[in-house]
Nanobody, 118 residues
Framework: QLVESGGGLVQAGGSLTISCVAS????????MGWYRQAPGKQRELVAD??????????RYADSVKGRFTISRDNAKNTVYLQMNSLKPEDTAVYYC???????????WGQGTQVTVSS
């Protein structure tokens, strides 16, 4: 189970950190990431991170590079998304995602709303 928290309303230029707590073995997934879906748009990748065994590499959508940072706290089974210099176009529901590659399976959280006012 994945449970997100930390969403809310923030002014443009502000910062927000959202969290995702993974229960059980879900935190041991091969790839953990954040996706977002704005009204009328498809869900898109924001950032993800591979597990330590795979090198712990990260990747970011071009639209958030330099502004967002994904990180994890293994002791707390939590993955974070720190969002700085927020823009109105960052407004969306943000979803936590975990992927196991062998066998292939994926888990989603329920989402947390982030609204950036201009």
């Amino acid at each position: 189970q994945l449970v997100e928290s930390g969403g809310g309303l923030v002014q443009a230029g502000g910062s927000l950190t959202i969290s995702c707590v993974a229960s059980g073995n879900i935190f041991n997934g091969n790839i953990m990431g954040w996706y977002r879906q704005a009204p009328g748009k498809q869900r898109e990748l924001v950032a993800d991170m591979t597990d330590i065994q795979s090198g712990g590499s990260t990747r970011y959508a071009d639209s958030v590079k330099g502004r967002f940072t994904i990180s994890r706290d293994n002791a707390k089974n939590t993955v974070y998304l720190q969002m700085n210099s927020l823009k109105p176009e960052d407004t969306a529901v943000y979803y936590c995602n975990v992927i196991f590659t062998h066998p292939l399976s994926t888990y989603w959280g329920q989402g947390t709303q982030v609204t950036v006012s201009s």
